[in-house]
């Protein structure tokens, strides 16, 4: 069989690291059948094949554009595949050959998310009309779905009216290979984090709101700070504006993106990850964060209790007030303890990379005997 991966958004953060250990441990695992890894240009030439049966193809239309939906077809036609995998929801609605789509959460439904959201107002609309019609299209044309949460897997029935026997769901994985790694300290106060972007529907706003309210009442702790960690763009440069307006530039901290090295670090010496976002489709940080033995404070949403469990903290994502409260309780708390360690290492453990290939090769084999 011969397979193809839509592996244009390797570089990005979350989808990224999907398509990184996709690739990596469908490498290990599969002994049989042939790979064409779709790249960026960017990457095409630094991008070293797992083996004689893997072969790459420099793709350079960008996502969720009118040139993908021209282009991608006929460069998979050309490759003649027997399967494409498309991590993301940006399928090509006019390939006709068999396909496997990896949907990480419908967000775009729900709140304005992405560089979509700097447009004029009825081009945004526009915009995400197109992503829906795209998505409607594409679900239908699949030979199989990918979900990677239950909670997804229950977003596209609800919206899109997929029967639910035609959606796999197949849960992302942390890197247990990091757990007994122990990084130095680099930031030097004490500190609560958060690792991510910062489109509107991470809830950022509200963190920081609710961090202020905390700060401004421990008077003896004015190092305490709140770490940001993500790309200097666009959403994290209108948050400086809003940490301005709310007296905290000494409080907060823009790490700007860090290196797996430096997130190690970041996990394993925070008082506590923070993660207050109002939806998400799995939420890998929070469970990174616990094989590392942070402890985890997240929003009370569905998909928060379906991956972490009793291991995580809620709070209401819509309160500063309930954030700020959190705060204090964790930071009256002693720090995790050793003994707690292996218990938090152990479920983060349950996933795994290596199950979510070993699970999508199943997806792969049933797909082609459609």
Known sequence: MRIGIDARLIDETGVGRYVRNLISEV????????????????????FL?????????????HWHTLSEQMVMPKLLDASR??????????PPLMYRGRMVITIHDLTILHFATGKATTLPLPLYYLKRLAY???LWIGLR??????????????EIVDHFHIPSDKIAVTYEGVDTALVDIFKKRIIQHPYFLYVGNAYPHKNIETLLEGFALFIHSLAAQQKLKLVLVGSDDFFYRRLKTHVGKLSMTESVMFFGPANDAQLISLYQHAR??????????FGLPALEALSLGCRVCVSDIPVFHEILGDKA????????????????HVWSERRVT????????KFAGTYSWQKMARETLDIYERSTRI
């Open 49 to 61: 094949l797992p083996n004689v049966r893997w072969s790459k193809v420099s793709a350079f239309p």
């Open 132 to 134: 829906w019609i795209e």
């Open 338 to 345: 050793p003994e707690v360690l292996p218990d938090f290492r």
């Open 81 to 90: 595949l027997d399967l494409v995998h498309i991590p993301y929801h940006n």
């Open 141 to 154: 044309k699949a030979t199989g779905i990918i979900a990677v949460s239950e909670t997804t897997k229950k």
């Open 313 to 328: 903290t809620y709070f209401d994502q819509n309160s500063a007030h309930a954030i700020a409260k959190t705060l204090g």
């Open 272 to 281: 506590a990850f923070v993660f207050p976002s109002r939806m998400e489709g």
């Open 27 to 46: 490498s290990l695992q599969d002994k049989t059948n042939e790979y064409v890894v779709f790249l960026p240009p960017k990457r095409f030439a630094e």
